[in-house]
C-alpha cells in the first residue's frame, strides 16, 4: 500500500498510541493530535488522506471538524466515538464522515475499513490533460480518449471552478442554460458515461449533492 498519511485527532493517549502503532505496523505514516486546535494548525500546512476523528474533545466536538471537512474530495474521515445512540450515528454521517466506528474499536476492523476507503482515494499525484479544443483527454498512461462536447464542458467547468467541486445546478446550468427534472436525468446519464469511458475515480461524488474531481486535471 502507498504511504498514505493519516492524522488522528484523539485525546485519550494510550488509545492514540496503540492505534498509531497498529496503523504504523501496516506501512502507514500516522500524526496523532490530542486537540482539534492542534490538527487543525498542522493542516494548514500539511496534507492528509484520512482523519481518525474522536468526537469528544478537550477543545470542542469533532463534529464541527467533520463538517469543515467534509467538502474535501481527496480525504477521507472516519469518526471514533463512544456515543452509540442512532441519533448520533446519523449526526456523524451528516457531517461528512465516511464511517462511524464505536469505542471500544476493534483495531482489525479499524484498519479493514481504513485500506477500504483509501483504495477509493486516486493513485497519488494522479495527473490528466484536457485538451479543450481537442475535445480529448489524456490519461496519467498516455491514453488520449475522445470526448463529446457535453462530456469536454463537463470537465471544464469541474477544472475551472473554486476547488474543482460545483453543484448539480450550477453543472445542469453551465451545460444547458437551466436546472430541471429534464437537465438533472441529462447530467446522471452523461456522468455515468464518462466513468465508464475514464477512471471511475476520476469524478467524486459529494455529500450534500454536487461533484469534484478526484485527481489532478492539467
Known amino acids: ?6 492524522a488522528l485527532v484523539e485525546d485519550d493517549v494510550d488509545l492514540a498510541e496503540e492505534i498509531c502503532f497498529q496503523l504504523q505496523h501496516h506501512g502507514m505514516n500516522v500524526s496523532s493530535f490530542e486537540n482539534g486546535k492542534k490538527f487543525e494548525s498542522w493542516l494548514k500546512k500539511n496534507q492528509c488522506d484520512l482523519v481518525l476523528l474522536d468526537l469528544n ?4 466536538d469533532g463534529l464541527m471538524i467533520a463538517k ?3 467538502h474535501r474530495s481527496d480525504l477521507r474521515i472516519v469518526i471514533l466515538t463512544a456515543r452509540v445512540m442512532t441519533v ?17 474499536v476493534d483495531l ?6 481504513i485500506k477500504r476507503l483509501l483504495q477509493r482515494l486516486p493513485t497519488p499525484m494522479q495527473k490528466w490533460q484536457l485538451k479543450t ?3 480529448q483527454i489524456v490519461s496519467p498512461n498516455g491514453e488520449v480518449i ?7 464542458r463537463f470537465l471544464q467547468l469541474l477544472k475551472n471552478a473554486p476547488e474543482q467541486f460545483l453543484t448539480r445546478n450550477e453543472l445542469e446550468n453551465g451545460l444547458w442554460g437551466l436546472s430541471d427534472l429534464h437537465t438533472t436525468r441529462r447530467l446522471e446519464v452523461l456522468i455515468s458515461r464518462l466513468r465508464q469511458k475514464l477512471d471511475y475515480r476520476l469524478i467524486q461524488t459529494n455529500w450534500g449533492g454536487g461533484y469534484s474531481l478526484n485527481a489532478s486535471l492539467d
Do not use: C, H, W
Not at 1 to 6: P, Q, V
Not at 88 to 104: M, T, V
Open 88 to 104: 448520533d450515528r446519523i449526526a456523524g454521517f451528516e457531517a461528512g464522515a465516511d464511517a462511524y466506528l464505536q469505542k471500544p
Open 68 to 70: 469543515n471537512l467534509s
Open 146 to 152: 475522445k470526448l463529446t462536447s457535453n462530456e469536454n
Open 1 to 6: 500500500m502507498f504511504n498514505y498519511r493519516i
Open 108 to 113: 482489525g476492523e479499524l484498519i479493514a475499513v
Open 57 to 60: 474533545l478537550p477543545d470542542g
Open 133 to 135: 479544443e481537442m475535445t
